[in-house]
């Protein structure tokens, strides 16, 4: 789906992950007629495996003369094991000493103090934790990367096919290379929306290292769009060209220049894109809005330590109101699309600075790890032709001179509980912190399937002199929100295809799944909440829920707490959080 990199809603900086394992130079142990090259590169954390090693890791778990175990398993103090010893899915504790090679497929391996491993240790799909005082005499290689195996009725693993996300089924991609120079050709398809129909995203990526220390990037994308303009306000092709340099040390450092002309979404976005494009191309419901930025950018990222990044950027942006065309739609297609509404049209000044912290395991379906982000923007503007809006809902926008500051955080933990169960918690919010009032574009919701899911598309409103109106933007200026699951993999078998999509109801997750959330107006006066405050519980909107998730979607049942609304079904095409 089309994620602007430049637009104002979005979140900057790059996540870098640190190195999986520090080779040592001992032989592989004899009685396993497979080698597991060590000397190869270090894989960084949630890269894929490579073939060759997944191979050779499956291999020593079916060794005749291995010990294999699906499930947790724990060498006691003072136990001695005598062999290759491999375990799937479960979480391997060694207090004990293991004379031979450890294999660890989707599973853990911790080793207390004291423990011992005498010879080689792989972990594939899960951690490697050695507690002080542990001991281990061989060589390691670990990759948190889902390693694509599974049980086979006769105690073995066997190599599944690697499942696909719906998104890779929407993009195409070719590769060569000429001298020092390797080109990327891509075409990828956007968001579908009402606006703009379907933007089609094509374009060279050309990438040189005229070094071992510089990496140099230039991508340049055209974008077609498939339902025109009649108002002439955005043509019928947008773009966006990028320039990165990036200096490859231990603390990488990019700086980038970005241009273009593109269709953005407002910040107030209560579905995600594949749901909002699927909505809208299927069922003529369009759950996002939308207005047109043009400009130019520049960005820095840096990465101080693994894991953690710092990002800064400062844009000049034109934003213009666009409205709804007659886009096409399979479902409804003689129904009115919900009107675009009007934003604070002008020429905007943006700075942004912001920091990241990313330990997870897998970034598109993480078990465990955290992943901590926060920004904060200052948004400038000496030609800005405000909406009309209630003094209730916002004080009197200047057309010169203004200037507001907003934040966004968002703080998530995944936590596995076992090779099958994990929680997922999320504390996530934002809005403005000072200065002059949001713009339209810049305001906040509550409502609709993410993150309350028992609750309908734009339910809860700040707008309280009108009933909810998904017509309408909901004008909060600050929101908070925290969500928790509790997920268990099932074993249902069944592998189904449909149209070549595996939709991953092999093992399936059953989610259990609680929000709570609040969104309101800051500020002075009636029906506002005074700056240095949130907002009273007793004004929070809550929901509890069950789901089973597979790989290509999720299907949901939630009810919300306090208020009379009936239970809601509601299908994600993507991960809550």
């Not at 010990?67 to 062999?83: E, L, S």
């Not at 209560?270 to 520049?298: I, K």
């Not at 069950?546 to 999720?554: D, K, N, Q, T, V």
Request: aromatic share 8%.
């Amino acid at each position: 789906m089309m994620h602007s990199r430049w637009r104002t809603a979005t979140w900057c900086g790059a996540m870098m992950a640190g190195a999986a394992f520090v080779p040592h130079r001992t032989p592989i142990a004899a009685q396993d007629s497979v080698t597991i090259d060590f000397g190869a590169p270090v894989p960084t954390l949630r890269s894929e495996i490579p073939d060759s090693i997944l191979r050779d890791a499956v291999a020593r778990f079916n060794a005749v003369t291995a010990t294999r175990t699906h499930g947790t398993m724990v060498i006691a103090a003072g136990n001695v094991t005598v062999g290759t010893l491999g375990v799937h899915r479960g979480i391997l504790r060694v207090s004990g000493t293991v004379r031979g090679d450890v294999i660890v497929l989707n599973g853990d391996l911790r080793i207390d103090g004291g423990g011992r491993v005498e010879g080689d240790i792989v972990v594939l799909g899960g951690r490697l934790v050695l507690a002080s005082g542990a001991m281990h005499a061989g060589r390691r290689y670990e990759n948190e990367s889902e390693a694509p195996v599974g049980r086979e009725p006769d105690g073995l693993v066997g190599l599944r096919r690697p499942r696909r996300g719906l998104t890779e089924y929407t993009t195409a991609s070719a590769t060569f290379t000429t001298g020092p120079v390797r080109t990327t050709v891509g075409i990828e398809g956007g968001t579908y929306n009402r606006v703009e129909g379907l933007p089609i995203r094509v374009g060279p990526s050309l990438a040189w290292h005229p070094n071992d220390r510089t990496a140099m990037r230039l991508q340049l994308t055209g974008i077609v769009r498939t339902a025109g303009d009649p108002d002439g306000v955005r043509s019928d092709f947008g773009w966006v060209g990028r320039l990165e340099a990036t200096r490859l040390t231990t603390s990488n450092l990019t700086l980038a220049v970005e241009a273009g002309s593109q269709v953005v979404p407002m910040i107030d976005r209560a579905y995600g894109s594949l749901e909002s494009g699927f909505g809208a191309f299927v069922m003529r419901r369009d759950y996002r809005d939308w207005f047109n930025s043009r400009g130019v950018g520049v960005h820095a990222a840096f990465t101080p330590r693994p894991r953690f990044s710092l990002s800064g950027g400062f844009q000049w942006t034109r934003e213009r109101t666009l409205r709804a065309v007659d886009a096409f739609s399979i479902l409804r297609a003689t129904d009115a699309w919900r009107p675009n509404p009007v934003i604070d049209d002008g020429r905007y000044r943006i700075a942004t600075i912001g920091a990241s912290w990313d330990t997870r395991d897998d970034r598109a379906r993480p078990a465990s790890g955290f992943w901590i982000q926060g920004h904060i923007r200052r948004v400038m503007s000496d030609e800005l032709t405000p909406v009309s809006l209630p003094s209730v809902i916002r004080d009197i926008v200047p057309t010169t001179g203004y200037a507001s500051t907003e934040i966004d955080f968002d703080v998530r933990r995944y936590l596995r509980l076992n090779p099958r169960q994990a929680v997922h918690l999320r504390f996530a919010g934002g809005g403005w912190i000072g200065g002059d009032p949001l713009t339209v574009q810049r305001r906040r919701s509550m409502g609709g399937t993410d993150p309350l899911a028992g609750y309908a598309f734009r339910r809860v409103t700040c707008d309280r002199r009108r009933r909810p109106d998904p017509a309408q933007t909901a004008l909060c200026d600050r929101q908070l929100l925290f969500q928790a699951e509790f997920r268990r993999t099932i074993d249902l078998g069944l592998d189904q295809r449909i149209a070549g999509l595996d939709l991953g109801l092999a093992e399936p997750d059953i989610v259990l799944l609680a929000d709570a959330g609040t969104a309101w107006v800051a500020g002075d006066g009636a029906g506002r909440v005074p700056s240095g405050r949130i907002q009273a519980f007793s004004e929070w909107r809550g929901d509890v829920g069950i789901g089973l998730e597979g790989r290509l979607f999720g299907v949901y049942l939630s009810k919300a707490v306090a208020d009379d609304d009936s239970p809601r079904l509601s299908v994600r095409l993507s991960r809550r959080f």
